[in-house]
């Protein structure tokens, strides 16, 4: 299984981004997906989660208004959304893909997820 991010980049607070995920190498539809992020000297920490038919979400309180997950099962793709972004916000962003086969709920567990994306660097300027 294979994950790949993009999407990052340098902007300024305020701005926008969005950022991308695909997956190859099994059924994403059947599975819950989720963006984690790690800043530098700061433990990876989840950002935002989504069930693997789309119809929950979860996030993390510092981006709740500002950040939006959706996901395309056909595109094999889930998407990051963010908006109003903050100097506080810069970091390595992470697609995560979780072991469970259609859970009925969405972790913010690192544990949770087996699969991992390489990661896409988003550095916000005040």
């Known amino acids: 299984v294979q994950l790949q991010a993009s999407g990052g980049g340098l902007v300024q607070a305020g701005d926008s981004l969005r950022l991308s995920c695909t997956a190859s190498?099994?059924?994403?539809?059947?599975?819950?997906m989720a963006w984690f992020r790690q800043a530098p000297g700061k433990e990876r920490e989840f950002v935002a989660g989504?069930?693997?038919?789309?119809?929950?979400?979860q996030y993390t309180d510092s981006v709740k208004g500002r950040f939006t997950i959706s996901r395309d099962n056909a595109k094999d793709t889930v998407f990051l959304q963010m908006n109003s972004l903050k100097p506080e916000d810069t970091a390595v962003y992470y697609c995560?893909?979780?072991?469970?086969?259609?859970?009925?709920?969405?972790?913010?567990?690192?544990?949770?997820?087996?699969?991992w994306g390489q990661g896409t660097l988003v550095t916000v300027s005040s």
């Open positions: 995560a893909g979780d072991k469970q086969t259609r859970a009925t709920y969405v972790s913010a567990a690192k544990y949770r997820y087996q699969y």
């Open positions: 190498g099994r059924a994403f539809g059947n599975y819950a």
């Open positions: 989504i069930k693997w038919n789309g119809d929950a979400s």
